[in-house]
């Protein structure tokens, strides 16, 4: 739910403007930004709707703002406050006690203008008295500022061109007013950030000049001892090269927050700049849970729906795929209390929108808190693809448009499979579609470590794709999500399909996306065209991830939350030449390992790479790995074979008390901390294992929650 700036330069000529409406003031509190430039010219940004119109003006004006009081634009022309109207005219003002110096930052608050001059301090000009007062004396003015912004509560905050956010404290007198916090922004790269200003709801917008970046930080906390901030970075804005400053009036709300997006590419209608779908978000009325408020529109790749808060799940399908000529039902799930009006729209033809006459497929039902099924027929003609979209539309309101605002409720973008009649498929998910399982893993073996169960935590889950008439399996879709990684080693991630030739997968058909990154080549080259295929996603997980906690380690020390956003998330899509009927003994989760990276010494003396592999209990290897580690260190393995899988005799990766060295969780699960034992942290596993799994079945719900990582949200 996000998107692109998409702007508009269109040359306007202010001279006849100019001459009919000399000195008067601006409309009360406008929604356009003024962008002064160093040249004589201004842009009129429309930060809501992400355009931006040039034209020439008089003269060129810096360190301004906005004067909600009467109108006019206050800023600085050759070392001299001046009072700005609507035609980009001015008129000087006599300032009282105020120095002529190289003023570089400026504001308007509260009939205030506020100017910066490096070395030299900070004034305070009265506007109503054109009296000035200097607040920050010359010996702590040496930042380079190129603006500045009065936050609503009063207080100047500052991004520096060192990228440092700046908050000054001017409450006291001349003698002990300071910059009372500086902190860096993390921003890099050379930097010029001449346009800042404030929203009425205290959300700071900066612009840098020399590459038309510009930020958003949302959460300032003027009135708190230590600053937490969170800004997001927003696509370049065009015609703001040589900016030297921008007024806005601050009393106006950026509407870019409060509203929900769709998420389906922009063709689709998605962005605020081509007027795309979006909702005013509201308690009252909405699909599955409430949704967040969305800053710009992501559409896809770069969707918002992820694994930590996706909003994307208030429809459900019966199916994955929809198949031509038949009818498929959708649940869709209200909250609230409103009575919603439900429409939504399907591109059939897989043309990038939803203008063709057929694809309106659900007409404002009126619909009440619940859950509700509804029918969509699929059209005899709809194109055949692995990927097409939909999109549903819940508002308070009948709404006919797929584009364009609405009011209380939510739009809801889709992904959809369509199939045809003959080779009509049906998927299998394990667990389900919208859940994992957890894997973990002790990468330490054959040797015995601390048993923790969090060297690799990896969430999983399989899709197996089949006939539906013949039941043969056809295709297989692999979804992973890094959970946790507290292993100093660097290991590679696969799986093994026990009974499937390496022959029949279709490679040219056959990918692997890690992190929005493409990767065709899955199949691992065989030494014999009949041995088990073998997919790889990746042979250093290491490589798609960093994490500034201890050892680099990732959501596994619960004091330090520095890794909580670091996501690594993977689909594979395996493709069979031909369907072929369902190995006997191909396990539902299939046979994930884990292996040593290349040139990763993993505690031997010469790497052993990918000849070390790690599976779950009482699986099956691969032809690649060295069995002679088999039975040294702690391993006690009785029967690792490479065709064990098949043959469903294995007796492998086990120590001598039956401790597995990898284990596959049914379910979302909370991972040990780092040196935490999983006996000791879940102790119901030791029944568990002792039994052989015949007792103490569900031990993964009952931990010890001082021990434990906690990633699943209650």
Known sequence: MKSHFIAIALPILLTSYINTSLANPFSSCPQTGYLFHQTTNVSFVDIDRQTSNIGTIANSYDAVGFN?????????????????????????????????????AGDVHDDHLYLYAKYQGIWQVNLSTNQATQLLKKE?????????????????????????????????????????????TGLSGLRNFSGQFFDANGMLYIIDANTGESYLFDDLTPLS?????????????????????????SNTELAIKGYDFGDAPNSYGTSLSINGAHHQVSSHLYLGIQPDEDLIAQFYPSSDSNNEGD????????????????????????????????SAWVDWNNNGNFDDANEHVISNIALNGGAHTLAIDVPNEANVTE???????????????????????????????????????????????????????????????????????????????QETITGKLSRL????????????????????????????????????????????????????????????????????????????????????????????????????NTPIDYPEHLHPYLNPFIFAAPNDAHGFASPPSRSLEIHLKDFSPTTKANASLFKSGQDQSNNASVNCGVKNNCNSYRNSTG?????????????????????????????YINSNGSSDDTWFNFPDASKIYSVIEE
């Open 387 to 465: 990927q097409t979209w939909a999109r549903f539309r819940l508002n308070d309101e009948p709404i006919d448009s797929a584009q364009g605002l609405g009011g209380r409720g939510e739009v809801e973008d889709y992904p959809l499979t369509i199939t045809s009649y003959d080779t009509q498929e049906s998927y299998l998910w394990y667990p389900s579609q919208g859940s994992y399982t957890t894997l973990a893993f002790e990468d330490r073996w054959p040797n015995q470590d601390d048993y923790d169960f969090n060297d690799i935590v990896i969430q999983y889950r399989v899709g197996h794709v």
């Open 311 to 342: 909003d994307d799940q208030g429809i459900s399908f019966n199916t994955v795929s929809f198949n031509q000529g038949a009818t498929a039902f959708v649940t869709a799930q209200v909250g609230g209390f409103l009575t919603g009006y439900l």
């Open 659 to 687: 401790i597995p060295f990898a284990i596959l969780v049914p379910s979302p699960w909370n991972n040990p901390i780092e040196g935490k034992s999983i006996l000791s942290a879940y102790p119901e596993i030791e029944g």
């Open 477 to 576: 879709s692999i979804d992973i999500a890094l959970q946790a990684y507290g292993a100093g080693y660097n290991n590679g991630f696969a799986i093994k399909l026990d009974g499937i030739p390496s022959s029949s997968i279709d490679t040219q058909n056959s990918y692997v996306i890690i992190n929005n990154q493409y990767q065709a080549s899955v199949l691992e080259e065989p030494d014999n065209p009949d041995d088990e295929a073998v997919l790889i996603f990746t042979d250093a997980l290491k490589q798609f991830f960093s994490s500034e906690c201890d050892n680099g380690f990732l959501r596994v020390d619960p004091n330090c939350d520095l890794d909580k956003d670091v996501t690594l998330q993977a689909t594979m899509k395996i493709k069979l």
């Open 140 to 184: 702590l003015a040496f930042y380079n500022l190129s603006d500045l912004a009065v936050h609503p509560e009063g207080i100047i905050y500052a991004v520096d061109n060192s990228k440092n956010i700046l908050r000054f404290d001017l409450s006291q007198s001349l003698e002990d007013n300071n910059v009372d916090l500086i902190k860096p």
């Open 225 to 249: 001892e230590e600053e937490s901030f969170h800004y997001v970075a927003l696509p370049s804005l065009p015609n703001v090269s040589d900016t030297v400053d921008i007024a806005r009036c």
């Open 68 to 104: 909600a009081l009467d109108g006019y634009i206050y800023g600085i022309m050759d070392q001299k406050v001046v009072r700005i109207h609507n035609g980009f005219t001015a008129d000087e003002l006599e300032i009282i006690d105020l120095p002529e110096l190289d003023y570089t």
